[in-house]
Nanobody, 122 residues
Framework: QPRLVESGGGSVQPGESLRLSCAAS????????MGWFRQVPGKQREVISC??????????EYVNSVEGRFVISRDTTKNTVYLQMNNLKVADTAVYTC?????????????WGRGTQVTVSS
């Protein structure tokens, strides 16, 4: 049974960092498009970063609002995808969820984790 479990969320002040982890089981994460999504109450869930394998290793994408501050990575030996979040802003407060899709992050049904809360406040 494919499963994703997120960890690493918490409460921090603006400018601080957090690292989220997404541990996959029941499938190989490197064979899928692995994405980090976030959702704020009352707003639509958005994909903020995606990593998928290609002929050169990995193709990585970020949404503009996190480009330069967040870094997605994966450890194939641990079957885990990470999201290093630096210089966090109040606007980054959301529930962060990881998901696996066959070819493109967010396309199709996918396998989803339950999410982890990130709160940034002063």
């Amino acid at each position: 049974q494919p499963r994703l479990v997120e960890s690493g969320g918490g409460s921090v002040q603006p400018g601080e960092s957090l690292r989220l982890s997404c541990a996959a089981s029941g499938f190989r994460a490197k064979d899928y498009a692995m994405g980090w999504f976030r959702q704020v109450p009352g707003k639509q869930r958005e994909v903020i970063s995606c990593i998928r394998s290609d002929d050169d290793g990995a193709d990585i994408e970020y949404v503009n609002s996190v480009e330069g501050r967040f870094v997605i990575s994966r450890d194939t030996t641990k079957n885990t995808v990470y999201l290093q979040m630096n210089n966090l802003k109040v606007a980054d407060t959301a529930v962060y969820t990881c998901a696996a899709h066959k070819t493109t992050c967010g396309r199709g049904i996918g396998t989803w984790g339950r999410g982890t809360q990130v709160t940034v406040s002063s």
